[in-house]
Structure formats: C-alpha cells, structure tokens
T-cell receptor, first 116, second 117 residues
Framework: DTEVTQTPKHLVMGMTNKKSLKCEQHMGHRAMYWYKQKAKKPPELMFVYSYEKLSINESVPSRFSPECPNSSLLNLHLHALQPEDSALYLC???????????????FGPGTRLTVL | AQTVTQSQPEMSVQEAETVTLSCTYDTSESDYYLFWYKQPPSRQMILVIRQEAYKQQNATENRFSVNFQKAAKSFSLKISDSQLGDAAMYFCAYRSNYGGSQGNLIFGKGTKLSVKP
C-alpha cells in the first residue's frame, strides 16, 4: 500500500487565523516532506523531516511551522498567512537511511488552501 | 546544479494511439534516479515509472515505458494505447543518490497531456 493521506482536502482561512494541515502514512517511511504547488507549476519543496527531525528548511517564512510528532504523522501549522500563500500543499513520504539517503517519494492528494 | 527540462508544455494524443513526452536533464553525477510523475486534474501526484541511472535496461510499467539515454541525458516517456484517464500533467524529476539536500527531487516544468476520444 503506497498511501499517503492528507486532511483537510480544502481549507479557507483569513489572514489572522491559525490552522493546521495533517499528513499521515503507514508505510514505515522515515522521511516526510511538505511541498507547495501553484497552479500549472511543479511542486516546490518546503520542508523535509528525516527520522522525525527537521533536516531541510528551504527558507520558508516563519508563518509556516512544521511538526513531526511521530514517524507516521506530519503537520503544517499555519498562522498569519498572506493571500499569495494560497496554493495546493502536498505531503510526501519515502524510505530514508540514517546516512541521509532517501528513496522514491509517494505523494498525498494535497490540501487546497485559500487565504482571504 | 542539476536541471530538468521538459520542452513540450502541452501535447495531445488520440485515444488508443501512442505518444512520447520528452525530458532532458543536466548533471555531472553518475548515481541518480529519474522519475515520471502524473498529476491528473484531481491533483494527486502519482508515480508512473522510475529509472536508476546504473541500469541500462529501460523501465516499463504496463503501457508506460521510458527511453533512457544516459550519454545524451535524455529520459522520454512513451505511453502506448492512450486512454482518456491518461490525461494529466506529467512531471519529469531527477534525484541524486547522494544524501542530504542532494537527495531532493528536481522537477521539470511539466507537460500537459490531452487525450482526444
């Protein structure tokens, strides 16, 4: 089973709201990723967690706060977002080695975020 | 730095026909993976096929096959017997087999494939 689930499917929020996106996988993967995707563009990497530790932060604004509470869950906490943050947010997971290598990434269905 | 180029922003194919999507990449590394991902309008990114650089044999998954030309740094995707469900955005991606940030996926800009009934 190569399933990554994401909730919610859609989210509309105001610029003063606080919300969270959730991602879950039960494939035993130890690397998890957050991507941002604008319409008709490829995904842009935001964060990478490896063995529940943040290993890569691609200079993402602090209004995006990732969290990896355990090996199956990945959250993205949102606060004080801007309208330009409206996008599809994709989660992915893959096998990982302690030496830093990763394997094929499997993606979730995404959360469509609209910031008013 | 590695780059991935998809030179065809849009392609169209008749149902049951064959279509080939192009992808070229630039790298100085010898150990890497190449991928084709499909993203239908329903938006989930689905792995279509992957190729390890050290394997000379072209990868095949049912109606999907690749033409991997390592020296030319070319990785095209052939879809045979096209079906309406093949309509999607197709992304070519590169991943170094080294660790750290080098293991991140590098995507091309995508090719939008339409299938005509």
């Amino acid at each position: 089973d190569t399933e990554v689930t994401q909730t919610p499917k859609h989210l509309v929020m105001g610029m003063t709201n606080k919300k969270s996106l959730k991602c879950e996988q039960h494939m035993g993967h130890r690397a998890m990723y957050w991507y941002k995707q604008k319409a008709k563009k490829p995904p842009e990497l935001m964060f990478v967690y490896s063995y529940e530790k943040l290993s890569i932060n691609e200079s993402v604004p602090s209004r995006f706060s990732p969290e990896c509470p355990n090996s199956s869950l990945l959250n993205l906490h949102l606060h004080a977002l801007q309208p330009e943050d409206s996008a599809l947010y994709l989660c992915a997971s893959s096998h990982a080695s302690k030496r830093g290598g990763t394997d094929t990434q499997y993606f979730g269905p995404g959360t469509r975020l609209t910031v008013l | 730095a590695q780059t991935v180029t998809q030179s065809q922003p849009e392609m169209s194919v008749q149902e049951a026909e064959t279509v080939t999507l192009s992808c070229t990449y630039d790298t100085s590394e010898s150990d890497y993976y190449l991928f084709w991902y499909k993203q239908p309008p329903s938006r989930q990114m689905i792995l279509v096929i992957r190729q390890e650089a050290y394997k000379q044999q072209n990868a095949t998954e049912n109606r999907f096959s690749v033409n991997f030309q390592k020296a030319a740094k070319s990785f095209s995707l052939k879809i045979s017997d096209s079906q309406l469900g093949d309509a999607a955005m197709y992304f070519c991606a590169y991943r170094s087999n080294y660790g750290g940030s080098q293991g991140n996926l590098i995507f091309g800009k995508g090719t939008k494939l339409s299938v005509k009934p």
